[in-house]
């Protein structure tokens, strides 16, 4: 068996890289929530490629780290492979993450992905080494490196995921980029290289490994860095949709797992539209909404009131003060006058809590204060109410629905 040993400063430039990787990847999906669908998918791509770029290039450095007295090259296929292995699989963790309700068994299936995903592209990179020695590999290092890599994995997306702020993303990167460094280290000591009978001419490199490791990692470097820049723009819609300006939201389709997302509201002001989602913080939706289902009875304490997240603080508007609510997925957006909030509550737990207020359904995703009403406008087929407030709102009212809304409204 030959004798292996580290560069000590190419080991830590490949942990740095892992890091700064799984930092990337984790702050691209930042606010995807506030996306659409379809909007939503090139972001996670982006983030796809950053993180599992960044566990092949921790994975090359880490291997260019290595010294032994034995002469070896890599195969072009399998390194490619390789990297494209923990990109999809990466991909795919983060698309179970963020298609759907986020609950703690998606969390754990992209967890799972995840550190699949880093054990795979190891050994599969592992097998592009060529020369003059033959690997081998034990049982128990198989073992513990894919056990690190899926639980340390798990443990990284619980945090960043469990309140999305700098300081938890950042915790979660680094528990994810040490995860995927303990991977590869923990595999390479329990990895043999034993040298063969036979000779194998090897060209010799035009750049040294050293050179190639330090290429590999600040190339890394920068295009993380221009990932980052590149999320900068959703997160200032997400800071934006606190402001009370006017907001219009545009869902086609609907959420996967969730209520189906209704017409859009129109908000026209002097300076034109404006598509602003509101932020939704989950430590509000834990505060209502952990230990039962959304449809339970409201609590007689809160008889009046709805509750509703801005500035990270759990606040109540009355009944009285609210326009309309729109169903969002399991939660509800509420309303009041040209600024939108998160509610934690369903749409029908809401239902509940406002039987006796001057409410009305006026389509599957809203429902709207009579009181809070402008005008009514009916073009062809479709219909809308228009809300009181310093700029036109526009609420839809589905073909079935208006007959009831113009008798509420006296107009019948």
Same mark, same amino acid.
């Given at each position: 068996?030959?004798?292996?040993?580290?560069?000590?400063?190419?080991?830590?430039?490949?942990?740095?890289?892992?890091?700064?990787?799984?930092f990337t990847g984790l702050r691209l999906t930042s606010g995807l929530r506030h996306l659409d669908p379809a909007a939503r998918r090139p972001r996670i791509a982006e983030a796809a490629v950053a993180l599992g770029g960044s566990?092949?290039?921790?994975?090359?450095?880490?291997?260019?780290?290595?010294?032994?007295?034995?002469?070896?090259?890599?195969?072009?296929?399998?390194?490619?492979?390789?990297?494209?292995?923990?990109?999809?699989?990466?991909?795919?963790?983060?698309? =179970?993450?963020?298609?759907?309700?986020? $609950?703690?068994?998606?969390?754990?299936?992209? *967890?799972? /992905?995840?550190?699949?995903?880093?054990?795979?592209?190891?050994?599969?990179?592992?097998?592009?080494?060529?020369?003059?020695?033959?690997?081998?590999?034990?049982?128990?290092?198989?073992?513990?490196?894919? =056990?690190?890599?899926?639980?340390?994995?798990?443990?990284?997306?619980?945090?960043?995921?469990?309140?999305?702020?700098?300081?938890?993303?950042?915790?979660?990167?680094?528990?994810?980029?040490?995860?995927?460094?303990?991977?590869?280290?923990?595999? &390479?000591?329990?990895?043999?290289?034993?040298?063969?009978?036979?000779?194998?001419?090897?060209?010799?490199?035009? /750049?040294?490994? *050293?050179?190639?490791?330090?290429?590999?990692?600040?190339?890394?470097?920068?295009?993380?860095?221009?990932?980052?820049? &590149?999320?900068?723009?959703?997160?200032?819609?997400?800071? /934006?949709?606190?402001?009370?300006?006017?907001?219009?939201? *545009?869902?086609?389709?609907?959420?996967? *797992?969730?209520?189906?997302?209704?017409?859009?509201?129109?908000?026209?002001? =002097?300076?034109? $539209?404006?598509?602003?989602?509101?932020?939704?913080?989950?430590? /509000?939706?834990?505060?209502?909404?952990?230990?039962?289902?959304?449809?339970?009875?409201?609590?007689?304490?809160?008889?009046?009131?709805?509750?509703?997240?801005?500035?990270?603080?759990?606040?109540?508007?009355?009944?009285?003060?609210?326009?309309?609510?729109?169903?969002?997925?399991?939660?509800?957006?509420?309303?009041?006058?040209?600024?939108?909030?998160?509610?934690?509550?369903?749409?029908?737990?809401?239902?509940?809590?406002?039987?006796?207020?001057?409410?009305?359904?006026?389509?599957?995703?809203?429902?709207v204060n009579l009181r809070h009403v402008a005008g009514f406008k009916r073009e062809g087929d479709k219909a809308f109410c228009f809300l009181i407030g310093d700029r036109e709102i526009r609420i839809p009212v589905s073909r079935?629905?208006?007959?009831?809304?113009?008798k509420a409204l006296g107009l019948q």
């Amino acid at each position: 068996m030959v004798s292996v040993t580290y560069d000590p400063a190419l080991v830590i430039a490949s942990v740095l890289v892992a890091i700064m990787g799984a930092f990337t990847g984790l702050r691209l999906t930042s606010g995807l929530r506030h996306l659409d669908p379809a909007a939503r998918r090139p972001r996670i791509a982006e983030a796809a490629v950053a993180l599992g770029g960044s566990i092949w290039s921790m994975h090359f450095v880490g291997m260019l780290a290595v010294s032994i007295p034995l002469t070896i090259s890599y195969s072009a296929l399998p390194t490619l492979l390789s990297a494209l292995v923990a990109i999809l699989v990466v991909g795919v963790g983060l698309i =179970a993450l963020h298609f759907g309700a986020r $609950t703690q068994d998606r969390i754990l299936i992209a *967890g799972t /992905l995840t550190g699949l995903g880093i054990v795979s592209m190891h050994y599969i990179g592992m097998t592009a080494i060529t020369g003059n020695c033959v690997i081998a590999y034990k049982p128990i290092g198989l073992v513990l490196s894919t =056990a690190i890599g899926i639980g340390s994995s798990i443990l990284a997306l619980e945090l960043a995921y469990r309140r999305r702020t700098w300081l938890m993303t950042a915790c979660g990167a680094v528990v994810l980029g040490l995860a995927i460094s303990a991977m590869h280290y923990v595999a &390479m000591i329990f990895t043999t290289f034993e040298a063969t009978d036979t000779v194998v001419f090897v060209a010799t490199p035009i /750049l040294s490994t *050293g050179t190639l490791a330090m290429i590999v990692a600040l190339a890394s470097f920068v295009i993380c860095g221009l990932f980052l820049l &590149m999320a900068i723009p959703v997160e200032n819609q997400a800071r /934006l949709a606190m402001r009370p300006v006017g907001v219009a939201i *545009g869902v086609p389709g609907g959420v996967p *797992g969730g209520i189906p997302r209704g017409a859009p509201v129109t908000v026209a002001g =002097a300076s034109g $539209t404006v598509s602003v989602p509101p932020k939704a913080d989950s430590a /509000l939706s834990k505060a209502y909404v952990a230990g039962g289902p959304n449809e339970r009875k409201p609590d007689p304490a809160l008889s009046g009131r709805i509750p509703y997240e801005r500035d990270n603080t759990i606040r109540f508007l009355t009944i009285e003060q609210i326009s309309a609510f729109r169903a969002d997925g399991h939660y509800t957006r509420v309303i009041n006058g040209s600024t939108e909030f998160f509610c934690p509550w369903s749409i029908s737990r809401v239902e509940k809590a406002i039987e006796t207020a001057p409410f009305i359904r006026t389509h599957r995703s809203y429902l709207v204060n009579l009181r809070h009403v402008a005008g009514f406008k009916r073009e062809g087929d479709k219909a809308f109410c228009f809300l009181i407030g310093d700029r036109e709102i526009r609420i839809p009212v589905s073909r079935s629905r208006i007959s009831d809304v113009q008798k509420a409204l006296g107009l019948q």
